[in-house]
């Protein structure tokens, strides 16, 4: 299973006795992310490093490598402009354009992503039902 991951998962994915990290690594979820999400990561790099037990965020890093393809925004941006007025959060644009370019589903926990129709959203305990 493909999903398109918010950085709240991506947040989550970090700690190795997550549930997340669990669904992950026992139903060989793959993961795509926008590489934005990278720079949303960097500025909660002390909350991330303290939750994940790592010591540098080199090493949050190459866990997030190891499970996400990160995608540039270039690659689904033509999607913007058909997706850019159904959700109230803006920063959340990203997740819902590159979800429509590659016909996937998103994984977050974020209630508002359920304002809009047009992109299937998935939360942790949603996605635990499809997979049993």
Request: proline residues 2%.
């Amino acid at each position: 299973m493909k999903l398109v991951a918010d950085a709240n998962v991506l947040f989550s994915l970090v700690r190795e006795t997550s549930v997340t990290r669990q669904l992950v690594d026992q139903f060989a979820i793959e993961l795509v992310s926008p590489v934005y999400v990278l720079d949303e990561l960097k500025n909660h790099k002390t909350e991330l490093l303290k939750k994940s037990g790592q010591k540098k965020f080199e090493a949050v890093l190459e866990i997030l490598n190891r499970y996400v393809q990160f995608i540039e925004l270039d690659y689904f941006k033509k999607q913007i402009s058909s997706v850019k007025e159904i959700i109230s959060d803006p920063s959340d644009i990203v997740y819902l354009a590159l979800a429509k370019e590659l016909d996937l589903v998103i994984w977050s926990n974020d209630t508002h992503f359920k304002e809009q129709s047009i992109i299937h959203v998935v939360n942790t305990a949603e996605l635990i039902d499809l997979l049993d």
